[in-house]
């Protein structure tokens, strides 16, 4: 009977949107879960002599409350928050290190100039000199210690990057075989889409946001990945895997790289990513943080120690020592520094040779990395990391402050240097002199027991000797703390901003797409209902069918 069919229809029905509802509960709490609902039409009407007769109900299908504007929308303020999280992980630490007032290199240098004014006003007293050199030795341990500690953290940095770079490219495999998963349920079941699939698809390109900023789209059923600048990692059915590999121009700092093809063997092809073209996810973060932050603290903290040592040897080597000689350097650098400062990019042609490299003016120094470039002929200097390419001259050089001499090498086009004036010059800082009689206190033939020299060693702490005479010692330093706390305090205030945005784009998102418990339970009384009535129809349908039975005999 009709009846029979109506009821169970109705029956089907019901039982459909129950088990999605307790779908729908079970899983309140999976991140990622996008609400579920039966959608169903009026099953079409029968025609009778009179007039169309309903037939019941039908389920279309089982659809997914989406919305793909929330969801981006979520996504990148998330991707953003991550950023701005690993940023505050690592600047935090330097906030730390440099913001104590009493301990570090601040009061170190400090007690070092009051021991040189000690030293003035009694040039002769033995315990005065002993003092200073031990005053000197912390001050330059503090100096060392700092920026060996700068450079931890930029291999940390390093091996953070492997260890993102590893799980980016876990997460496209993963987005790579539930796409194929996807596509084998849409082509096993048309017209109908794997809800579960895909909110598992959507979910793993969200937390792939975190790691690094991306753009996801969306076409014949399978999503391509590719980053926020457009390098594609995952296309069709391939994966582009990302690569953490030491950098080309400088070999001591990890870099992120991206596979442009395959070669005939399957294997990637390699490139280098710019640190700025990734600003999203945490690996955006760390690269930010490793070329806004750690890398001029390490220039400038160079830069300090080249320019203390300089001023102080000069005026040092102007004096007497105890003894009436003339006096020596008083701070000196270990033979590592000039390895340091020139490094030969990895892609040179083979014996093209490292020029040689010299400070010729400590106050003209900046904090900034160059490249030394040869093409068409000419050497070519540029200020990283985007200023313009000059010829190398000498009066470029006389206004950088130092010297390179290119006459050793033997280059091809597009050989290239990276070349660090400051960047290991604090942790390479060493005291030239051991015996405090060496001290050259007195000004040359004013004899031993004047401390004319030692008072103007004692005013260089307030000298304009750093960064072309616009800057003192205590000026640098205190540019390196402020600088740090500027960033630090910029970064909080922005994680701040960002977390809000998050939690408002979350609650827009979850609005849409979220399960509310109390009104899956009430949907459950509900549908309960139209069972049990469903069920009662078909019920009645077989007492008639009885009653019509027991006429018939």
């Known amino acids: 009977m009709n009846l029979a069919n109506l009821g169970l229809t109705g029956l089907l029905a019901a039982k459909q949107r129950l088990q999605v509802t307790g779908h729908n509960l079970n899983n309140v709490d999976t991140e990622g879960y996008n609400r579920q609902s039966v959608l169903t039409q009026t099953s079409r009407p029968s025609a009778t002599s009179a007039g169309f007769v309903g037939r019941g109900v039908e389920v279309v299908t089982v659809q997914r409350a989406y919305d793909g504007f929330l969801h981006k929308q979520l996504s990148n303020a998330q991707s953003q928050g991550a950023a701005l999280i690993a940023y505050g992980n690592e600047i935090n630490k330097l906030d730390s290190l440099f913001s104590d007032p009493s301990t570090g290199i601040s009061p170190a240098m400090l007690r070092f100039f009051e021991g040189m004014q000690a030293v003035a006003s009694a040039p002769a007293d033995a315990a005065s000199r002993q003092e200073l050199l031990g005053r000197a030795a912390s001050l330059v341990t503090q100096m060392n210690d700092t920026s060996a500690y700068l450079r931890q953290v930029s291999e940390n940095i390093n091996t953070q990057i492997g260890t993102a770079v590893s799980q980016v490219n876990s997460y496209l495999e993963r987005i790579q075989s539930v796409n194929n998963q996807i596509m084998v349920a849409q082509g096993s079941n048309p017209g109908h889409a794997p809800n579960d699939l895909l909110d598992l698809r959507d979910q793993l390109v969200t937390e792939l946001g975190q790691l690094v900023d991306i753009q996801a789209v969306e076409q014949n059923g399978r999503v391509s990945i590719s980053t926020s600048r457009g390098q594609l990692l995952l296309g069709a059915d391939t994966v582009y895997p990302l690569h953490a590999m030491r950098s080309?121009?400088?070999?001591?700092?990890?870099?992120?790289?991206?596979?442009?093809?395959?070669?005939?063997?399957?294997?990637?092809?390699?490139?280098?990513?710019?640190?700025?073209?990734?600003?999203?996810?945490?690996?955006?973060?760390?690269?930010?943080?490793?070329?806004?932050?750690?890398?001029?603290?390490?220039?400038?903290?160079?830069?300090?120690?080249?320019?203390?040592?300089?001023?102080?040897?000069?005026?040092?080597?102007?004096?007497?020592?105890?003894?009436?000689?003339?006096?020596?350097?008083?701070?000196?650098?270990?033979?590592?520094?000039?390895?340091?400062?020139?490094?030969?990019?990895?892609?040179?042609?083979?014996?093209?040779?490292?020029?040689?490299?010299?400070?010729?003016?400590?106050?003209?120094?900046?904090?900034?990395?160059?490249?030394?470039?040869?093409?068409?002929?000419?050497?070519?200097?540029?200020?990283?990391?985007?200023?313009?390419?000059?010829?190398?001259?000498?009066?470029?050089?006389?206004?950088?402050?130092?010297?390179?001499?290119?006459?050793?090498?033997?280059?091809?086009?597009?050989?290239?240097?990276?070349?660090?004036?400051?960047?290991?010059?604090?942790?390479?800082?060493?005291?030239?002199?051991?015996?405090?009689?060496?001290?050259?206190?007195?000004?040359?033939?004013?004899?031993?027991?004047?401390?004319?020299?030692?008072?103007?060693?004692?005013?260089?702490?307030?000298?304009?000797?750093?960064?072309?005479?616009?800057?003192?010692?205590?000026?640098?330093?205190?540019?390196?703390?402020?600088?740090?706390?500027?960033?630090?305090?910029?970064?909080?205030?922005?994680?701040?901003?960002?977390?809000?945005?998050?939690?408002?784009?979350?609650?827009?998102?979850?609005?849409?797409?979220?399960?509310?418990?109390?009104?899956?339970?009430?949907?459950?009384?509900?549908?309960?209902?139209?069972?049990?009535?469903?069920?009662?129809?078909?019920?009645?349908?077989?007492?008639?069918?009885?009653?019509?039975?027991?006429?018939?005999?």
């Open 248 to 553: 080309a121009a400088d070999p001591s700092k990890v870099v992120l790289g991206y596979t442009s093809s395959f070669d005939a063997q399957g294997q990637p092809i390699k490139a280098e990513f710019k640190d700025t073209a990734v600003t999203g996810g945490s690996l955006g973060g760390l690269l930010k943080f490793r070329h806004e932050t750690l890398e001029p603290t390490s220039n400038n903290l160079g830069r300090m120690a080249l320019g203390l040592a300089s001023a102080f040897n000069e005026l040092h080597q102007a004096g007497e020592d105890l003894h009436g000689k003339a006096g020596e350097k008083f701070f000196g650098f270990n033979d590592a520094l000039k390895s340091t400062q020139v490094k030969s990019n990895a892609h040179n042609s083979a014996g093209s040779g490292t020029p040689g490299f010299t400070i010729s003016d400590a106050t003209r120094l900046s904090n900034r990395d160059y490249e030394l470039s040869f093409n068409d002929g000419v050497y070519r200097l540029r200020t990283l990391p985007d200023g313009t390419l000059n010829p190398l001259t000498d009066e470029l050089m006389k206004e950088l402050g130092f010297q390179i001499d290119v006459s050793g090498l033997n280059p091809t086009a597009n050989d290239s240097w990276l070349i660090q004036p400051t960047r290991n010059a604090a942790e390479n800082l060493q005291l030239a002199i051991t015996d405090p009689d060496r001290i050259a206190a007195a000004g040359v033939g004013t004899g031993t027991a004047n401390g004319d020299n030692a008072l103007k060693m004692a005013e260089l702490q307030n000298s304009k000797v750093l960064a072309g005479g616009t800057l003192s010692l205590n000026e640098g330093f205190s540019q390196i703390v402020n600088q740090v706390a500027v960033n630090t305090q910029q970064n909080a205030t922005a994680a701040k901003a960002q977390a809000k945005l998050i939690q408002q784009n979350y609650a827009a998102q979850q609005a849409v797409s979220g399960v509310n418990e109390d009104e899956e339970y009430l949907k459950l009384d509900r549908y309960q209902e139209q069972y049990r009535a469903a069920a009662r129809l078909i019920d009645i349908s077989s007492q008639l069918f009885d009653t019509l039975l027991g006429l018939r005999t």
